[in-house]
């Protein structure tokens, strides 16, 4: 369990954190969004962590509602350019940060409630 918690953790920091950009979306950050919850899922799946199992179908929801929003109003962009973002594109990045708030609090007090090791410092 531990070890998924630590993926689980990396996951909303590195690609979940990484992807909420305030300024705007681009497609790599909707991509990074939908792979880290893609992910978080897969290893949920596997680990069996109910008390996980809302908070991430909850953000996985707006994640796909963020994806689905940015694929009406854009075109193919490669290049990383930034689209400035509808009010529903805003509050759905609002929600998500939010809830990878509480999942990223839920996911430490399973660490620690289970005895985890705490991960290595980079």
């Keep these: 369990m531990c070890t998924a918690l630590g993926q689980i953790a990396e996951s909303l920091n590195d690609d979940i954190g990484a992807g909420l950009q305030p300024r705007g979306l681009r497609r790599y950050d909707i991509t990074q ?9 897969q290893v949920n799946a596997n680990a069996r962590i109910t008390a996980l199992d809302v908070p991430l179908r909850n ?14 109003v854009t075109v193919s962009d490669e290049d990383g350019t930034w689209h400035p973002m509808s009010a529903s ?13 509480t999942l990223t609090g839920l996911v430490s007090q399973l660490q620690q409630s289970n005895h985890c090791p705490l991960p290595p410092a980079s």
């Design 33 to 41: 969004l939908t792979h880290g919850v893609s992910y978080m899922n």
């Design 59 to 72: 953000l996985t929801s707006t994640i796909n509602d963020l994806q689905n929003q940015y694929q009406l």
């Design 89 to 101: 594109q805003e509050q759905d990045l609002d929600q998500a940060s939010a809830q990878q708030d």
